[in-house]
């Protein structure tokens, strides 16, 4: 497709418990990321991924957050048992190559942990 | 470290009047620079960026970003605004060296066009 697609667009989840995420990037792009938007508009970077395998993970939580793209599937972010503090938005974005520059963003996956 | 910052939080501007929405960064090596802009619940939108060559670059919109080595500085500026410019504008960088190639953002800059 020409544009990354994110689902659900909404996600709420008690505290404690999983939630998981999935992005479609754009075909053809062969670079994912994840990004997470917290409260006053910060964007942190968690992971990016050169097709199937991790690329750059240094912005992962560890202990809780695990990320995957298989071949012919959506990609997908999973959090683990989660907490108030990991209320956000969740983006996904693309880009074809490493020397492609920027990056094409899908509408964000907004998580609610009550 | 390598930082964007946005001075400003919101600028309003009247409508047909030029805007500009600040921007400086801190990288290592050559800067490869980007404006995003964020409308209500939408996914952020790539309007132009600055790679190397011309200091002035044009991109979405009527949009144009001036780069400015010597200022750090990479300010998004429109002659003449509309109120459909209303929205979250992000200034973001890539590092050159480090081997990543991830953005950081900025924390954005609310412009509101006043009709």
């Known amino acids: 497709g020409e544009e990354v697609a994110q689902t659900p667009k909404h996600l709420v989840r008690g505290e404690g418990q999983k939630a998981k995420l999935y992005c479609a990037p754009i075909?053809?792009?062969?670079?994912v990321f994840w990004y997470q938007q917290v409260l006053k508009n910060e964007f942190k970077f968690l992971i990016s991924?050169?097709?199937?395998?991790?690329?750059?993970e240094t912005g992962m939580p560890k202990e809780r957050f695990s990320a995957k793209c298989l071949p012919n599937s959506p990609c997908s972010l999973e959090i683990q048992a989660t907490k108030l503090e990991d209320s956000a938005v969740y983006f996904c974005?693309?880009?074809?190559?490493?020397?492609?520059?920027?990056?094409?963003f899908g509408p964000g996956t907004r998580l609610t942990v009550t | 470290a390598q930082s964007v910052a946005q001075p400003e939080d919101q600028v309003n501007v009247a409508e047909g009047n030029p805007l500009t929405v600040k921007c400086t960064y801190s990288v290592s090596g050559n800067p490869y620079l980007f404006w995003y802009v964020q409308y209500p619940n939408r996914g952020l939108q790539f309007l132009l960026k600055y790679i190397t060559g011309d200091n002035l670059v044009k991109g979405s919109y009527g949009f144009e970003a001036e780069f400015n080595k010597s200022q750090t500085s990479f300010h998004l500026k429109k002659p003449s605004a509309l109120v459909s410019d209303s929205a979250l504008y992000f200034c973001?960088?890539?590092?050159?060296?480090?081997?990543?190639?991830?953005?950081?953002f900025g924390t954005g800059t609310r412009l509101t066009v006043i009709p």
């Open positions: 991924f050169q097709n199937e395998n991790v690329f750059d």
């Open positions: 974005a693309s880009n074809q190559d490493f020397s492609s520059y920027e990056q094409y």
């Open positions: 973001a960088a890539r590092g050159y060296q480090t081997g990543a190639n991830n953005l950081f």
């Open positions: 075909k053809g792009h062969s670079y």
